[in-house]
């Protein structure tokens, strides 16, 4: 089971990987070696999240549903101190 210390240490991971652009929930996903539900569940409800991510914008693929695209909001600083 999963504890509090396994979010702790993914969220700054979680906001690093949005340093360099937007990127969809499988993108993220393969990153950080967790599954996709797993990297949204964090992304809406981590405190650590909350305020400075956010999916303003979604594609459209050939089938299925559209798909966030995350992204870090304006001005926010990751762990690393990169805006």
Known sequence: MTG?????KTSPGL????????KTGAELSAAL??????????LLHLPETQGKVHAPH???????RPV???ELRPGVFS?????
């Open 4 to 8: 509090i210390h396994d979010y702790r």
């Open 15 to 22: 906001l690093a990987a949005l340093e360099d652009g937007p």
């Open 33 to 42: 070696h967790l599954k996709a539900t797993r990297i949204r569940s964090l």
């Open 58 to 64: 979604s594609v459209t693929r050939e089938r299925g």
């Open 68 to 70: 966030n695209l995350w």
């Open 79 to 83: 762990e690393t101190g990169t805006p």
